[in-house]
């Protein structure tokens, strides 16, 4: 199947019309990662559950973030790019999707998010972009500046986070 051989760590669970649950790759774009981008993700990337609908595929599944979980003020405000029923906020408008597409282009896009997500509660960007990072490199070096950052603050202090 596609998603699986895309998204190894995506298990198939047959809960209402199905959804895949698990965690998405760090980096699935195609360009190579920066530099910095394990320590500005904690090594991980998003965990999701990928809720399929009744509907599907003439709309999308709902994809939730599960780790990190945005905080419920965030599903209220359109910078962090979440609905305000918590799932992610991919497309401009709902109609952008392609039923003849492939789900593994949204889970893409998901992981994509969650590099952003970590940009944005770092202050490294002020609100999530309009075209994601996905097809846009532009802020591939904030990434990278980010950790070097966070570096020099580790060794200044003996402490680190990540998001």
């Given at each position: 199947m596609e998603v699986t051989a895309q998204f190894p760590d995506l298990r198939w669970a047959q809960a209402g019309?199905?959804?895949w649950q698990g965690r998405l790759p760090m980096w699935p774009l195609d360009r190579l990662a920066p530099?910095?981008?394990?320590?500005?993700?904690?090594?991980?990337g998003l965990q999701v559950a990928v809720v399929y609908r009744q509907a599907y595929p003439m709309?999308?599944?709902?994809?939730?973030?599960?780790?990190?979980?945005p905080e419920p003020v965030e599903c209220t405000?359109?910078?962090w790019h979440v609905n305000g029923d918590g799932s992610l906020c991919l497309y401009r408008t709902e109609t952008a999707w392609d039923p003849r597409g492939s789900i593994c282009d949204l889970l893409v896009k998901a992981a994509a998010w969650r590099v952003?997500?970590?940009?944005?509660?770092?202050?490294a960007l002020p609100a999530m972009t309009v075209n994601?990072?996905?097809?846009?490199?532009?802020?591939?070096?904030?990434?990278?500046d980010l950790a070097r950052h966070r570096a020099k603050g580790d060794r200044a202090?003996?402490?680190?986070?990540?998001?």
């Open positions: 019309a199905g959804e530099d910095g981008l394990s320590d500005v993700l904690g090594g991980r709309v999308p599944p709902r994809i939730y973030p599960l780790a990190p979980r405000q359109t910078r952003e997500y970590a940009l944005v509660k770092a202050g994601g990072i996905v097809s846009d490199p532009a802020h591939d070096e904030l990434i990278a202090t003996g402490s680190g986070t990540s998001l």
